[in-house]
Protein backbone atom coordinates (compact mmCIF):
# COMPACT_ATOMS: atom_id res chain seq x y z
CA UNK A 1 0.00 0.00 0.00
CA UNK A 2 1.12 3.61 -0.83
CA UNK A 3 0.24 7.09 0.74
CA UNK A 4 0.80 10.32 0.10
CA UNK A 5 0.44 12.75 3.38
CA UNK A 6 0.74 16.58 2.81
CA UNK A 7 1.47 19.58 5.24
CA UNK A 8 2.42 22.29 5.58
CA UNK A 9 -0.74 24.12 4.37
CA UNK A 10 -2.46 26.76 6.62
CA UNK A 11 -3.22 30.47 6.97
CA UNK A 12 -1.06 33.03 5.23
CA UNK A 13 -0.96 37.13 4.73
CA UNK A 14 -0.83 38.10 1.20
CA UNK A 15 3.27 38.29 0.26
CA UNK A 16 4.15 35.63 2.67
CA UNK A 17 5.37 32.02 1.78
CA UNK A 18 4.42 28.79 2.77
CA UNK A 19 6.12 25.06 2.29
CA UNK A 20 4.49 22.62 1.49
CA UNK A 21 5.55 18.67 1.73
CA UNK A 22 4.12 15.53 0.88
CA UNK A 23 5.90 11.66 2.07
CA UNK A 24 4.92 8.94 0.11
CA UNK A 25 5.19 5.98 2.02
CA UNK A 26 4.98 2.35 0.87
CA UNK A 27 7.16 -0.35 0.65
CA UNK A 28 9.20 -0.64 -2.53
CA UNK A 29 7.66 2.86 -3.77
CA UNK A 30 8.61 4.71 -7.25
CA UNK A 31 7.12 6.95 -9.45
CA UNK A 32 8.66 8.61 -12.57
CA UNK A 33 6.90 12.22 -12.25
CA UNK A 34 5.60 13.45 -8.81
CA UNK A 35 3.59 16.96 -8.40
CA UNK A 36 1.08 19.12 -7.52
CA UNK A 37 -2.60 20.15 -8.13
CA UNK A 38 -4.98 22.42 -6.55
CA UNK A 39 -8.09 23.39 -6.65
CA UNK A 40 -10.65 25.98 -5.50
CA UNK A 41 -14.07 26.45 -4.64
CA UNK A 42 -15.81 26.72 -8.03
CA UNK A 43 -12.99 26.15 -10.07
CA UNK A 44 -11.42 23.57 -12.02
CA UNK A 45 -8.58 21.67 -10.37
CA UNK A 46 -5.39 22.13 -11.90
CA UNK A 47 -1.52 21.46 -11.95
CA UNK A 48 0.27 23.45 -9.93
CA UNK A 49 3.99 21.93 -10.66
CA UNK A 50 5.43 18.96 -11.57
CA UNK A 51 9.10 17.00 -10.88
CA UNK A 52 10.76 14.28 -12.34
CA UNK A 53 13.15 12.07 -10.70
CA UNK A 54 16.04 13.36 -12.94
CA UNK A 55 14.92 17.23 -11.54
CA UNK A 56 13.01 18.40 -14.71
CA UNK A 57 10.22 20.64 -13.96
CA UNK A 58 7.13 21.78 -15.07
CA UNK A 59 4.94 25.03 -13.69
CA UNK A 60 1.78 26.80 -14.42
CA UNK A 61 1.87 30.00 -16.03
CA UNK A 62 0.29 31.29 -12.97
CA UNK A 63 3.23 30.40 -10.47
CA UNK A 64 6.22 30.20 -12.46
CA UNK A 65 8.96 32.37 -10.88
CA UNK A 66 6.84 32.42 -7.37
CA UNK A 67 6.96 28.70 -6.41
CA UNK A 68 9.66 26.67 -6.75
CA UNK A 69 9.18 21.96 -6.65
CA UNK A 70 11.56 19.90 -5.18
CA UNK A 71 12.23 16.30 -4.05
CA UNK A 72 14.22 14.05 -2.50
CA UNK A 73 14.14 10.60 -3.79
CA UNK A 74 15.47 8.82 -0.97
CA UNK A 75 12.95 10.19 1.11
CA UNK A 76 10.34 9.59 -1.39
CA UNK A 77 9.31 13.52 -0.75
CA UNK A 78 8.11 16.34 -3.25
CA UNK A 79 8.33 20.23 -1.94
CA UNK A 80 6.82 23.10 -3.17
CA UNK A 81 8.11 26.10 -1.69
CA UNK A 82 5.69 28.83 -2.56
CA UNK A 83 6.54 32.64 -2.24
CA UNK A 84 4.73 35.92 -2.85
CA UNK A 85 1.53 33.92 -2.30
CA UNK A 86 -1.57 36.17 -3.95
CA UNK A 87 -5.33 35.44 -2.62
CA UNK A 88 -5.85 33.84 -6.10
CA UNK A 89 -3.71 30.68 -4.85
CA UNK A 90 -6.18 29.73 -1.99
CA UNK A 91 -7.00 26.69 -2.92
CA UNK A 92 -6.67 22.81 -1.36
CA UNK A 93 -3.13 21.55 -3.13
CA UNK A 94 -3.28 17.75 -3.45
CA UNK A 95 0.14 15.98 -3.96
CA UNK A 96 0.48 13.33 -6.63
CA UNK A 97 2.46 10.46 -7.49
CA UNK A 98 1.69 7.83 -9.86
CA UNK A 99 -1.90 6.50 -9.33
CA UNK A 100 -1.93 8.52 -5.68
CA UNK A 101 -3.64 11.23 -4.66
CA UNK A 102 -2.92 12.97 -0.80
CA UNK A 103 -6.02 14.12 0.67
CA UNK A 104 -5.03 17.46 0.33
CA UNK A 105 -3.96 20.30 2.14
CA UNK A 106 -5.80 23.71 2.56
CA UNK A 107 -3.94 26.80 1.72
CA UNK A 108 -5.76 30.19 2.62
CA UNK A 109 -4.26 33.28 1.33
CA UNK A 110 -5.10 36.45 3.17
CA UNK A 111 -5.10 40.19 1.76
Known amino acids: QVQLVESGGGLVQAGGSLRLSCAAS????????MGWYRQAPGKQRELVAM???????NYAASVKGRFTISRDNAKNTVYLQMNSLKPEDTAVYYC?????WGQGTQVTVSS
Open 96 to 100: TAFIY
Open 26 to 33: GRDFSANA
Open 51 to 57: ITKGGST
